[in-house]
């Protein structure tokens, strides 16, 4: 296993900033690509940004680009997703991923390609 745990979640209005973080085991966190997910009540879970391994390849969802900016840090084991211009419709549980493969040359963006996962944070924004 590969202990997930975020942080940073709160409540806030619309047009607020707020950075989550997650941090992992250091044992393998620099091997893996990482992304963050979220699920909103009644709704399936859905990718909102993941990062390669190296950290040089990023790649956003179509409804945070732009706002949100995923990065890493691997000397910390640490993994961060900036959300700027919070929206109503980003309320949702967000979760931090490990992806399965090592050293994956491609960022990945399906929930299955994902085997570790954080208990999630709260993410709630008022309009």
């Known amino acids: 296993q590969v202990p997930l745990v975020e942080s940073g979640g709160e409540w806030v209005q619309a047009g607020a900033s707020l950075r989550l973080s997650c941090v992992a085991s250091?044992?393998?966190?620099?091997?893996?690509?990482m992304a963050w997910f979220r699920q909103a009540p009644g709704k399936e879970r859905e990718f909102v940004a993941a990062i390669k391994w190296s950290g040089r390849v990023t790649d956003y969802a179509d409804s945070v680009k732009g706002r949100f900016t995923i990065s890493r840090d691997n000397a910390k084991n640490e993994l961060y997703l900036q959300m700027n211009g919070l929206k109503p419709e980003d309320t949702a549980v967000y979760y931090c991923?490990?992806?399965?493969?090592?050293?994956?040359?491609?960022?990945?963006?399906?929930?299955?390609?994902?085997?570790?996962w954080g208990q999630g944070t709260q993410v709630t924004v008022s309009s």
């Open positions: 991923a490990a992806d399965s493969t090592y050293y994956s040359e491609y960022v990945r963006v399906r929930v299955s390609h994902y085997d570790y």
């Open positions: 250091g044992e393998i966190f620099s091997t893996r690509g």
